[in-house]
């Protein structure tokens, strides 16, 4: 019998294992080159082509194309960190990808990102670094540096390359461009073209010019010392990645992008500026050939930029005695808004200012996409929710709000902020169309970089999970209730009337919930196919009676009678169909019956948004009374009063996603509504 061990070591990959570390000759890596001289690509060129292996698909949005890399829906680990709503932002940083990609000036630029706290700059970066590490273990990622054997008879004397320095950086640069023409390494056929800048580091240079010595300027000789392998990027290992977090201006260093000084080896070279008493271990030296990450860029100290801005524009530092090192990696950082404004006004920061593309990120403003950030993490297949049943609308109520308070107001002053919302969401209001859409995004000046970020939310509906009022479940009103009293203590917020001003959107948005559970409710008790198939059809035979001048045969007297003009505004009214409309409303159905007719169809109410809701509304309306729903606020109820509201109750369990305790509180809280709404009419 296997032992645990044995059995454990059969679930390893020893083929994949061999092939990421693959080692050989130059001449084997020449012919590597030759058969896809793409593993040469720069660092920027990998980076694109790294996104762009994801796919991409291509939309219309307000009649503008838009396209969506599937890289940020986060491949690698099942969506963790997919980026949503921000595909206008996302295209903006790949098009600057791809311009630095084919050498046209954005490779000598750092990629700022810039905007509110909480919306998905680190992500970005981090899901960057996450997919070089992954598209560096596939076939079409493959990336090569080299080792100095310093005994070719006895392999485990080896020195890597500290750069991790691409192996075509061994042939001389003033022979390079001949040298890959003559080996038939550059391709006429295809867009790519075999970079051919960069020269060793300063500790290869050395190593190279010794052996170049010691065989009299035999570069062949030389080249039996180099031993080719494959590496893959790891941030874990700081291989290829590099982060760097400013930290307490007392303890910070330039040395920690650069390298410094191994003393324990200057005894044995005797000097400290040999190269092979230098460790070339700062965060610029580690993330050579891939990408380095600083966060919070603006918070570094003078003495840092002089090296970021060599690095940015010279593709070049300087270690601590020693020449101008060339690095090929790409540079990015990102930057709050207080930080940002500080660079703006501070004139000894022209330089960073000239060598920094800004990639704004603001505040997701399209609620579809915002519910989407909360159903990752609070939705039922969530393993935060723990099996605690979160009710229909709880996570889109929350979003509402943090839309909303991200939006302008707006200057038409027939529109609220909710309306707005909803026309950003793609919904339709009378009387605007895309290109409304369009110039209310036009007249913003800083929509999307100010209001409530998603990690308030986000704690707020964990408060909610775990608080002791929610017993099993929770509801948008204990959620809404975390928002409304987190903001008396937000941190980030200290305008009295700012603050007031979001409460007043909470209660536009409790007011918007209400109408949306009245509506479900209402469907939900409306939802006999059969009934109101029977309204339709009485109403499609007084309505036919009445265009045509006809009378109509009352199915229990038998008797011709005229058209129940009653009971036609009763439906119409529900679609806000005016006295002064509804002939218009009549003939529009009549002509659609017709049309249908005409080509041997039949009609079906389904088919007429508009007809559909008003019989459902009209049927509510009948229904309402029959159910008794408002005597679910008292302690009494008949049974057959219990028996329809069982079903009602088992439809929004069915349909719309609730459960018994959060259906039954639905019904209370929407016949509280009515109740209320039958007292005032009292009153009255």
């Given at each position: 019998m296997a032992t645990a061990t044995e059995q454990l070591a059969k679930l390893q990959d020893i083929e994949t294992y061999q092939e990421l570390n693959?080692?050989?000759?130059?001449?084997?890596y020449l012919d590597i080159v030759r058969e896809n001289p793409r593993v040469t690509r720069t660092a920027w060129r990998r980076l694109y082509d790294m996104v762009i292996s994801h796919g991409v698909e291509e939309y219309t949005d307000n009649r503008k194309k838009v396209q969506h890399y599937g890289f940020f829906d986060d491949p690698f680990e099942d969506g963790r960190d997919a980026i949503f709503g921000m595909d206008i932002t996302l295209m903006k940083l790949v098009n600057t990808f791809k311009s630095a990609a084919f050498g046209f000036g954005t490779d000598k630029r750092i990629i700022l990102l810039h905007g509110p706290?909480?919306?998905?700059?680190s992500?970005?970066?981090?899901?960057?670094?996450?997919?070089?590490?992954?598209y560096s273990r596939n076939p079409e990622g493959a990336i090569y540096t080299f080792d100095w054997l310093l005994d070719p008879e006895d392999p485990s004397k080896v020195t890597p390359c500290p750069l991790n320095e691409d192996p075509l950086h061994l042939i001389p640069l003033e022979w390079r461009a001949k040298a890959i023409a003559e080996?038939?390494?550059d391709n006429e056929d295809t867009d790519f073209r075999i970079p051919i800048k960069g020269e060793l580091n300063p500790a290869c240079r050395l190593r190279f010019n010794m052996l170049l010595e010691r065989y009299e300027g035999d570069w062949g000789k030389v080249m039996k010392h180099v031993r080719v392998r494959r590496f893959v990027f790891s941030e874990a290992d700081r291989i290829g990645i590099g982060t760097f977090q400013p930290k307490d201006e007392k303890n910070q260093d330039s040395t920690e992008l650069t390298g410094d000084i191994n003393y324990r080896l200057i005894a044995e070279y005797g000097s400290d500026s040999d190269p092979r008493a230098f460790n070339f271990d700062g965060e610029f030296c580690v993330a050579n050939r891939g990408i380095i990450e600083f966060v919070e860029v603006l918070k570094l100290d003078v003495a840092f930029l002089?090296?970021?801005?060599?690095?940015?524009?010279?593709?070049?530092?300087?270690?601590?005695?020693?020449p101008q090192t060339d690095i090929d990696e790409v540079i990015i950082?990102?930057?709050n808004e207080a930080e940002y404004q500080r660079l703006l006004s501070n004139e000894y920061m022209e330089a960073l200012r000239d060598r920094t593309i800004k990639i704004d990120v603001p505040y997701i403003t399209k609620l579809s996409q915002e519910v989407k950030i909360y159903r990752k993490d609070f939705g039922q297949s969530s393993d935060r929710v723990r099996g605690i049943h979160v009710a229909p609308h709880t996570l889109e109520v929350a979003a509402m709000w943090a839309v909303a308070t991200r939006l302008e107001v707006p200057k038409k002053h027939d529109l609220t902020v909710l309306q707005k919302l909803k026309l950003y969401d793609g919904k339709t209001l009378p009387g605007y169309t895309q290109d409304n859409v369009r110039e209310l995004r036009k007249e913003t000046e800083r929509e999307g970089l100010e209001g409530i970020s998603p990690r308030y939310i986000q704690d707020k509906i964990s408060n909610a999970l775990a608080s002791e009022k929610g017993g099993r479940y929770i509801n948008p009103f204990l959620v809404m209730n975390e928002l409304e009293s987190g903001l008396k203590s937000h941190s980030l917020i200290n305008d009295e009337e700012l603050k007031q001003r979001y409460r007043v959107l909470l209660n536009e948005v409790r007011r918007e919930y209400e109408d949306i559970v009245k509506n479900e409710v209402q469907r939900a008790i409306s939802a006999d196919e059969e009934a109101i198939s029977r309204l339709c059809a009485n109403y499609i035979d007084n309505v036919k009676a009445y265009t045509q001048k006809e009378r109509v045969k009352n199915a229990f007297t038998g008797q011709a009678e005229d058209p129940d003009e009653r009971l036609m505004r009763s439906i119409e009214e529900k679609i806000d169909i005016p006295e002064n409309r509804k002939e218009d409303f009549r003939r529009e159905?009549?002509?659609?019956?017709?049309?249908l007719a005409i080509e041997g169809k039949k009609f079906d109410f389904r088919t007429n948004e508009r007809l559909h809701k008003a019989l459902e509304a009209k049927l509510f309306e009948d229904q309402k009374d029959t159910i008794k729903l408002t005597t679910l606020v008292s302690n009494v109820v008949d049974r057959e009063t219990q028996e329809k509201i069982e079903v009602v109750k088992q439809r929004l369990i069915d349909n719309y996603g609730y459960n018994e305790e959060s259906a039954t509180d639905v019904l209370n809280y929407v016949a509280s509504i009515f109740a209320r709404g039958d007292a005032k009419e009292r009153s009255e």
């Amino acid at each position: 019998m296997a032992t645990a061990t044995e059995q454990l070591a059969k679930l390893q990959d020893i083929e994949t294992y061999q092939e990421l570390n693959w080692t050989g000759t130059f001449d084997e890596y020449l012919d590597i080159v030759r058969e896809n001289p793409r593993v040469t690509r720069t660092a920027w060129r990998r980076l694109y082509d790294m996104v762009i292996s994801h796919g991409v698909e291509e939309y219309t949005d307000n009649r503008k194309k838009v396209q969506h890399y599937g890289f940020f829906d986060d491949p690698f680990e099942d969506g963790r960190d997919a980026i949503f709503g921000m595909d206008i932002t996302l295209m903006k940083l790949v098009n600057t990808f791809k311009s630095a990609a084919f050498g046209f000036g954005t490779d000598k630029r750092i990629i700022l990102l810039h905007g509110p706290v909480g919306s998905a700059k680190s992500t970005i970066a981090r899901l960057l670094k996450k997919g070089l590490e992954s598209y560096s273990r596939n076939p079409e990622g493959a990336i090569y540096t080299f080792d100095w054997l310093l005994d070719p008879e006895d392999p485990s004397k080896v020195t890597p390359c500290p750069l991790n320095e691409d192996p075509l950086h061994l042939i001389p640069l003033e022979w390079r461009a001949k040298a890959i023409a003559e080996l038939g390494l550059d391709n006429e056929d295809t867009d790519f073209r075999i970079p051919i800048k960069g020269e060793l580091n300063p500790a290869c240079r050395l190593r190279f010019n010794m052996l170049l010595e010691r065989y009299e300027g035999d570069w062949g000789k030389v080249m039996k010392h180099v031993r080719v392998r494959r590496f893959v990027f790891s941030e874990a290992d700081r291989i290829g990645i590099g982060t760097f977090q400013p930290k307490d201006e007392k303890n910070q260093d330039s040395t920690e992008l650069t390298g410094d000084i191994n003393y324990r080896l200057i005894a044995e070279y005797g000097s400290d500026s040999d190269p092979r008493a230098f460790n070339f271990d700062g965060e610029f030296c580690v993330a050579n050939r891939g990408i380095i990450e600083f966060v919070e860029v603006l918070k570094l100290d003078v003495a840092f930029l002089y090296d970021l801005l060599g690095a940015t524009q010279e593709h070049k530092i300087k270690p601590k005695k020693f020449p101008q090192t060339d690095i090929d990696e790409v540079i990015i950082g990102h930057t709050n808004e207080a930080e940002y404004q500080r660079l703006l006004s501070n004139e000894y920061m022209e330089a960073l200012r000239d060598r920094t593309i800004k990639i704004d990120v603001p505040y997701i403003t399209k609620l579809s996409q915002e519910v989407k950030i909360y159903r990752k993490d609070f939705g039922q297949s969530s393993d935060r929710v723990r099996g605690i049943h979160v009710a229909p609308h709880t996570l889109e109520v929350a979003a509402m709000w943090a839309v909303a308070t991200r939006l302008e107001v707006p200057k038409k002053h027939d529109l609220t902020v909710l309306q707005k919302l909803k026309l950003y969401d793609g919904k339709t209001l009378p009387g605007y169309t895309q290109d409304n859409v369009r110039e209310l995004r036009k007249e913003t000046e800083r929509e999307g970089l100010e209001g409530i970020s998603p990690r308030y939310i986000q704690d707020k509906i964990s408060n909610a999970l775990a608080s002791e009022k929610g017993g099993r479940y929770i509801n948008p009103f204990l959620v809404m209730n975390e928002l409304e009293s987190g903001l008396k203590s937000h941190s980030l917020i200290n305008d009295e009337e700012l603050k007031q001003r979001y409460r007043v959107l909470l209660n536009e948005v409790r007011r918007e919930y209400e109408d949306i559970v009245k509506n479900e409710v209402q469907r939900a008790i409306s939802a006999d196919e059969e009934a109101i198939s029977r309204l339709c059809a009485n109403y499609i035979d007084n309505v036919k009676a009445y265009t045509q001048k006809e009378r109509v045969k009352n199915a229990f007297t038998g008797q011709a009678e005229d058209p129940d003009e009653r009971l036609m505004r009763s439906i119409e009214e529900k679609i806000d169909i005016p006295e002064n409309r509804k002939e218009d409303f009549r003939r529009e159905i009549m002509n659609y019956i017709g049309a249908l007719a005409i080509e041997g169809k039949k009609f079906d109410f389904r088919t007429n948004e508009r007809l559909h809701k008003a019989l459902e509304a009209k049927l509510f309306e009948d229904q309402k009374d029959t159910i008794k729903l408002t005597t679910l606020v008292s302690n009494v109820v008949d049974r057959e009063t219990q028996e329809k509201i069982e079903v009602v109750k088992q439809r929004l369990i069915d349909n719309y996603g609730y459960n018994e305790e959060s259906a039954t509180d639905v019904l209370n809280y929407v016949a509280s509504i009515f109740a209320r709404g039958d007292a005032k009419e009292r009153s009255e």
